[in-house]
């Protein structure tokens, strides 16, 4: 498939409350690579595979949280036309251009906020350090890898009221494709879940309908296979972190995953699997009659912290 417009999810920047605990979480537990830190105090990181200078930004701040979610288009031309898109959309609020080198080695950014009161961003340029393999006859992976160690930050799924209009605002004017949807209510006519995507994957963003804006249930992480999941588990318990659900799969997307807590409280997920979409492949509902099978799986059983908990 020709790839073009936008291409993945780039970056998140997550709030944290004691930045050095944080940091232990995420590059002793979760094996993300440090890369930087600037002026502001924020701390860089990537994943091993991820050739951009990171995908994940860690700000100390009182309260834990998704500051914002950044999305790699695939040129300057692209960036510029999507901003003016999104402008006359009328479908999102509070946009600015964010200037060149605020982010360490990231060129202009455009930002705005969703329907459901989410801060996005797009970006077209960021400095290239690479996944520690040549490009030449390079091996599977890199030495030195630690913790579970996940190739990429893969996606999000995020909360908030508006949900009609945030898949419009990504299917409409950014070109996602609608992969699947959780339909309720008597005649299961009101979406209430919907997963996106603009690549090749189940999805690159969920959102679901809560009456809020703006909150963050998940950051995901891609590990390679189910056995990776399973000991991702086993150092979830080596290392005492506070675990949420799994190891399980999903109904939705097919994706093999577990689910645990950040010690500030925001939910991680390491997975694995799910399908290869297309935008020719029909849209997979769910009803609300199934949403437990939908969720887990394996137990078919809602876990109501899972569906509650937010940050």
């Known amino acids: 498939m020709a790839m073009s417009g936008v291409l993945r999810p780039g970056h998140i920047v997550l709030r944290v409350l004691d930045l050095e605990e944080a940091l232990r979480h995420y590059v002793d537990v979760i094996g993300l690579i440090e890369t930087g ?11 091993w595979d991820e050739h951009d200078h990171h995908s994940v930004v860690l700000r100390e701040a009182g309260q834990a949280g998704m500051d914002y979610l950044g999305w790699r288009v695939d040129s300057v031309a692209t960036l510029k036309k999507l901003a003016v898109d999104i402008d006359r959309s009328g479908l999102a609020t509070e946009m600015s251009w964010i200037p060149a080198g605020e982010h360490l080695c990231t060129g202009e950014r455009f930002r705005f906020t969703t329907p459901t009161g989410h801060v996005m961003e797009l970006f077209a340029e960021k400095g290239k350090v690479g996944n520690g393999l040549p490009d030449t006859n390079p091996d599977a992976w890199p030495d030195g890898l630690h913790g579970m160690a996940p190739s990429r930050f893969d996606h999000c799924l995020l909360y ?3 949900l009609d209009g945030s898949v419009r605002l990504f299917t409409e004017v950014l070109g996602f494709g609608l992969a699947e949807r959780v339909m309720a209510g008597p005649d299961n006519s009101l979406m209430i879940g919907a997963f996106l995507s603009c690549s090749t994957k189940a999805h690159d ?3 679901i309908r809560q009456p809020f804006k703006g909150k963050l249930h998940h950051a995901s992480f891609l590990l390679n296979n189910w056995y990776e999941v399973l000991k991702a588990g086993d150092i979830i ?3 005492n972190v506070s675990i949420d659900i799994g190891p399980t799969r999903h109904g939705i997307t097919r994706g093999e995953t577990i689910y645990f807590f950040d010690p500030s409280g ?3 997920e390491v997975f694995s699997g799910g399908y290869a979409y297309y935008p020719d492949k029909p849209v997979i509902t769910w009803t609300e009659d199934q949403l437990g099978k939908a969720i887990f799986y394996h137990d078919r059983v809602l876990n109501e912290r ?5 940050t």
């Open 205 to 207: 963003v969920a959102f």
């Open 237 to 239: 318990s080596k290392k």
């Open 306 to 310: 899972f569906l509650t908990v937010c």
């Open 266 to 268: 925001n939910r991680n």
């Open 37 to 47: 830190r600037d002026a502001q105090g924020r701390v860089y990181l990537k994943a």
């Open 160 to 162: 908030g009221d508006d």
